[in-house]
Structures are given as C-alpha cells and as structure tokens.
C-alpha cells in the first residue's frame, strides 16, 4: 500500500493499515528516535518510544496529510524521544547488557557520532543567522525552501541559495576542526 491509501486507512481506524504503517517505518522511526537519544536511552527504551509514536499516529490519524506520512512519523518520533530524554534525566545510567543494539553494535561506537554532532552544533553557533536557522529547518526539521521562505520572509530561491552557501561555511568550518564529512 502506498502512503496515501495507509493514511486513508488510518483515518478510517483500519488495523489492516497501522499494521502496514508499523511494517513499513519502524526501522525509520527506531532510527530517528536512536539519533535523537544519541545513546542515552536503553533499547526497551527505544522500543517503548517507537510504540509511543504509533500509538499517537493512531490516536491522531485526521491529523495526517495523505503525501506526508513520513514527515508526519519522523517528527513524532522526535517529540517521543526528546520525551523519553526528560524523563529519564540526562545523568540516567547504562547497564552493560542495554549498550548492545539487536544489530550487535556497541553504543560506544556512537561516541564519533556524539563528537560530530558536537562539533556540528559549534560550527553552527559561528555561521550566523539566518543561514543557521535554514539549516537547522532544513535538515533538522526538514522543511522545503519553500516553507522555510515563507516562515522567514524570504523566497524559496533565496532559501536554497542561502542553504549552499551555509553549507559550505559549515564545511570550512569543520575541516579547519580536522573534521571532514
């Protein structure tokens, strides 16, 4: 079923279609949220917030846009996992047994990933506004140009222009960091 038919299905409360949905997206909702959380959640804890973010695409199916579906389950995965983060508290404490993914990787192969994003969120804070803020809309809470523009004022072929050029700021950025992407 393509995204369309499942939203209309989940509008429609069909099993048949939350059934499919979760299929289809749970590694990318498991994805998102083990990004977010950076290695600070155990894996029950993944898991409980993946369930988390079907249960409310369920409980609030009307809400979907039948072409955004995707967008839709990333975001709700965002909010589930930044929720399980203050829950825990940042000082939360991990077991050996819950640093294994079921994939078989360490958490503590993460730590390049945890530098990176450190690094990334230092080189942002010298880029500026408002190249700053279109990147962080852009690949962080992937807007198009076009929303981005309306949002800041600007038009869509400003924000794309604006959106290279940030990027290539950030990646002198980081290269001078002896960081290279």
Same mark, same amino acid.
Not at 98 to 114: A, C, E, L, N, R
Not at 162 to 168: M, Q
């Given at each position: 079923?393509?995204?369309?038919?499942?939203?209309?299905?989940?509008?429609?409360?069909? +099993?048949?279609? /939350?059934?499919?949905?979760?299929?289809?997206?749970?590694?990318?909702?498991?994805?998102?949220?083990? $990004?977010?959380?950076?290695? $600070?959640?155990?894996?029950?804890?993944?898991?409980?917030?993946?369930?988390?973010?079907?249960?409310?695409?369920?409980?609030?199916?009307?809400?979907?846009?039948?072409?955004?579906?995707?967008?839709?389950?990333?975001?709700?995965?965002?909010?589930?996992?930044?929720?399980?983060?203050?829950?825990?508290?940042? $000082?939360?404490?991990?077991? /050996?047994?819950?640093?294994?993914?079921?994939?078989?990787?360490?958490?503590?192969?993460? +730590?390049?990933?945890?530098?990176?994003?450190?690094? +990334?969120?230092?080189?942002?804070?010298? /880029?500026?506004?408002?190249?700053?803020?279109?990147? /962080?809309?852009?690949?962080?809470?992937?807007?198009?140009?076009?929303?981005?523009?309306?949002?800041?004022?600007? $038009?869509?072929?400003?924000?794309?222009?604006?959106?290279?050029?940030?990027?290539?700021?950030?990646?002198?950025?980081?290269?001078?960091?002896?960081?290279?992407?």
């Amino acid at each position: 079923m393509d995204d369309r038919s499942l939203v209309q299905g989940l509008k429609k409360q069909e +099993i048949s279609a /939350i059934e499919e949905t979760i299929d289809k997206y749970t590694r990318l909702v498991s994805a998102v949220i083990c $990004n977010i959380a950076c290695g $600070n959640l155990t894996q029950q804890d993944v898991e409980e917030a993946v369930q988390d973010t079907f249960l409310s695409l369920w409980e609030h199916a009307e809400s979907v846009e039948e072409d955004k579906l995707k967008a839709y389950l990333c975001q709700i995965a965002k909010n589930k996992a930044r929720d399980a983060l203050r829950k825990l508290g940042r $000082n939360k404490t991990v077991s /050996i047994e819950d640093m294994v993914t079921d994939d078989g990787i360490y958490v503590s192969d993460d +730590i390049g990933q945890k530098t990176l994003s450190m690094a +990334i969120d230092e080189a942002l804070a010298e /880029i500026g506004e408002p190249d700053k803020e279109i990147l /962080i809309r852009r690949y962080y809470y992937y807007q198009s140009s076009t929303v981005i523009g309306k949002i800041l004022g600007l $038009n869509s072929q400003t924000v794309r222009t604006k959106l290279a050029r940030a990027k290539e700021k950030l990646r002198k950025i980081l290269i001078e960091r002896g960081i290279t992407l």
